[in-house]
């Protein structure tokens, strides 16, 4: 399937306001992506739109403390610039599935029952540091 999406880059925002409209669109272009992104990685049977919705989320909300106009104008950059080369298929399917649908933590906590012996200067590395 070739889907080319072509994602505007909005300009610079003057005020918080105008950075905070700027990023609920940006949401709601995300969120009207999925089912397309569905499509292009066949993720159909590993998560559901509402999951993949539900971390475009929890990635924005991790930076809802900040009130910079250009620091949030250039996260919205960053997060188009994501979502375009998501649409374009330039990312590979483990990729996606890897980095939105099982997070940093969800490989580490699998292995928790096997390491038990660990001390805790590796657990805090392998916590810290897994990517």
Known sequence: MAFAMRVKVPPNSATLQEAR???FDFFRTACR???SIMDIYNLYDVVTPAQLRSTIAA???KNAHITNPKVIDMLLFKGMEEL???TEHAKQRHHIIGQYVVGNHGLVQDVATKDENISNFLKNFYKTNYF
Request: aromatic share 0%; glycine share 0%.
């Open 59 to 61: 990635e924005i909300r």
């Open 21 to 23: 409209h700027q990023t």
């Open 84 to 86: 375009s080369n998501i």
């Open 33 to 35: 992506s999925i089912p």
